[in-house]
């Protein structure tokens, strides 16, 4: 039995501490936000911050996390930077197949509320660890800059 | 009711006599022309369904004046629910936001694909062969709310009017919303035949109505096959065999049975599945087993030894796809003879979501949650595996993260190994199969590795004169249900489209076919755009070196041979003149610029796309721009149309760059994405999409944006570098030519 802070609430889950994180979350809490992709840390649809840190759930395991404060997709619009990410995905019709988009706006999330403007290469560092098999960047990108409050594209 | 289940068994019938494994399903070739849709099945027969008003099989208004548009074609990210729901909304004056789609039940009578005779999602038909059906079950709607509007109101219907769900009647200051009516239009006999709007008056078709599943998708909630969840329901996680063809001999569990939790060890076809309640239990206990494995009909083939006898078969003449004139003849005249020979790897389809299935066994049938996308081919092959009746085979579709045409297996594959699993346990508990991405990337059904090779020659004005290309490589078709109907005299039409369908006006054009599925055991399927995927790279590359070599404008070049087909000239011009196609590109410090451009038809639509690098001195190369310009008829919704070029583009530089599967001694060599790369977000070019207007039928966008985008690359590396690079993926070759 571990104890983690999921999205404000303090949970119980009764799996292996071995488990990854995102499992627990799936399989133990019953939350389906979290998508599994990989399973290695190479895809980044398993995203979620942890004490505010975008981190691959994947390869987390339950006893990394007990203590800790864990959001998930499910709340991360209780923020005002998650709900900023989550109006311009909607505003730009970001998603296509989707399964990917949980992770993704965990990614940009995180990386608006440590860089409120970031440049093009900021936005690279962050969500090259996110795969989009649907090709979506080009409007990721463009939602992130939304989101911020910047132009479309650089001036540059 | 009946009338359905007969329907069914009709095709079921004809399918079986034609002695295939499954169902026969009637598919429309590629490329050829569609067939007559009218209304379509599924309109008839108004009924109430819960208390919702239902004028068909496609539309239910509920009285909280919800409208509900069921979608008979799976949403995989294409956009398919928008699209449906824009049509039907359309015509039924609906405001777009009291709009919501669910997907179909397996059930062919009613959700058939009209192109098919069969239900299921593919070959970028949906939007398709449902633009009349969908339009014609809204107009349906509309007609009998105002009929029950009139009745009420005690007016002449020609003097009401529907505007954003609003039915209205002017003269009296009446008004009712589509909820308040449903009770009374459930009443009200189904017009034999309705108008359709005029395409003047549209305000949804054509404008980009916001999609269905942005909101769900965004937050979270969207329900794929991973997310259902059943009472009791176990995970099952399958060790499979390393080699296709390979079987259990053998298997110690003691070890995967000591995994506390795992509740099941079950031996299947091609490998031992191990069940728990969770997912990382049952995956331990999988990794925990000792198999033994049967490899005496494994195949142990490897790329580099398929590609060498591909490229010994190609020396000799194989089947014939197309001949007009005699291009050996004119070659042997020819002065010069131009020849190149174009390699392509395996490919997976590496969908985002992992293959899975959720299957429920009982006295009663078999219910499935899947990301269904062929409908009938699974269900049949589904009561066939578990000696049931189709009828007793209900399909839920939900959500697919992504399937680029894998979940469309002819074979039902991973349909068939749940069903396996469901029935060793004897349906005690529903069962979750989930593949890792590891059993996903080696699971097989790729795109087939196929070798080219193409010669022509040219007249004294430097225009070809001949030209003769050779394609070898593996039937997706053959041994498939789709056989009967796709495979003519050995020629499978998807083995060699967009070849056999060049545009270009040569006199002297040859295209033939060595098949070489006796002597590969891989299995193969099609992948997103399918025999696009290598004709239209050859074709269009082998265009640009032929314009080199005659010291013409690749563009122009192309233009002169494309008098008959003004679809293509189309895109083409409209994609250079916004590329700004024949001024110099800014110039780069980091390295030498190049433009290249390619023009492709598939699935109907046109699409020509202009391609920018920028070639840095080691040799790495960034893509930095693609333009995109796109001919499907009448844009249902434009933006989608673009989310579609975009991804296309994205999945297309994907399998450019470095897609590979390779095989040695039977083993996939790669296994998740360290070692099968696919497109990342600082890989990814600015794109720009233009449309060409039109008032034709509308025609498929989820494929088409693929097949020109490899080929106009290579064409702008060979701009760039003077390289010109024949072999797939791109990989290194700069760096090492
Ligand atoms: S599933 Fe965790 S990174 Fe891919
Ligand atoms: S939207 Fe499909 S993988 Fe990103």
Redesign the pocket.
Known sequence: MTTLNVNGRDVAVDLPADTPLLWALRDGLHMNGTKFGCGMSLCGACTVHVDGQATRACVTPLSAVAGKKVTTIEAVGDSDVGRRVQQAWIDLDV???????SG?IMSATALLAKTPRPSDEDIDAAMSGN????G?YVRIRKAIRQAAGMPAEDAA | MNFRIENVLQTSRRGFLKGSAGLALAVVAPGMAHAGTGAGPGIAGSSMVDGDFSPNAFLRIGTDNSVTVVSKHLEM?QGVYTGLATLVAEELDADWAQVKVEGAPADAGRYSNLFWKAQGTGGSTAIANSFEQMRRAGATARAMLVSAAAAQWKVPASQITVKSGVVSHAASGRKATFGELSEAAAKVAVPADVTLKDPKDFTLIGHSAPRKDSLAKTTGRATFTQDIKLPGMLTAVVAHAPRFGGKVKSVDDKAARAVAGVTDVVTIDNGVAVLARDYWTAKKGRDALKIVWDESSAYHGSSDAILADYRELAKTPGLVARKDGDAEAALARAGKVYEAEFAFPFLAHAS?EPLNCVMKLDADGCEVWNGEQLHTGDQYALAKALSLKPEQVKLNMVYA??SFGRRANPQSDYLLETAQIAKAIKGRVPVKLVWSREDDMRGGYYRPLYLHRVRAALDAKGMPVAWQHRIVGQSIIAGSPFEPMLVKDGIDATSVEGASTLPYAIPNLNVDLHTTNATVKVPVQWWRSVGSTHTGFSSEVFIDELAAAAGKDPVAYRLAMLAKHPRHAGVLKLAADKAGWGKPLAASADGKRGRGVAVHESFNSFVAEVVEVTVHKDGEFTVDRVVCAVDCGVAVNPDVIKAQMEGGIGYALAAALSGAITLKDGLVEQSNFNDYTVLRINQMPKVEVHIVKSAAKPTGVGEPGVPPLAPALVNALHAATGKRIRALPIGEQLQTT
């Open positions: 998603v296509q197949c989707g399964y990917c988009q993704q795969i989009c098999r649907c979506t | 990210g985002m993260g992504g």
